[in-house]
């Protein structure tokens, strides 16, 4: 489980109850490069929906 994150994103396969992730490891983005310039240009790549 990846230790400390919290996510809210509760269709995704690694989702577990409390706001956990299930994931060994997460993989966040930037969807404007290699850079930020605010939070919501960030997301996680490990993302996967649940079925
Ligand atoms: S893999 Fe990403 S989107 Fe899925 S529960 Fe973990 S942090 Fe959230």
């Known amino acids: 489980m990846a230790k400390d994150v919290l996510c809210e994103v509760n269709n995704c396969l690694y989702w577990a109850e409390g706001n ?3 994931a060994d490891q997460i993989y966040v983005v930037s969807s404007i490069g290699d850079t930020a310039a605010e939070t919501d240009d960030t997301g996680c ?3 996967v929906p649940a079925q």
């Open 45 to 47: 790549k490990t993302f």
């Open 20 to 22: 956990l992730c299930g």
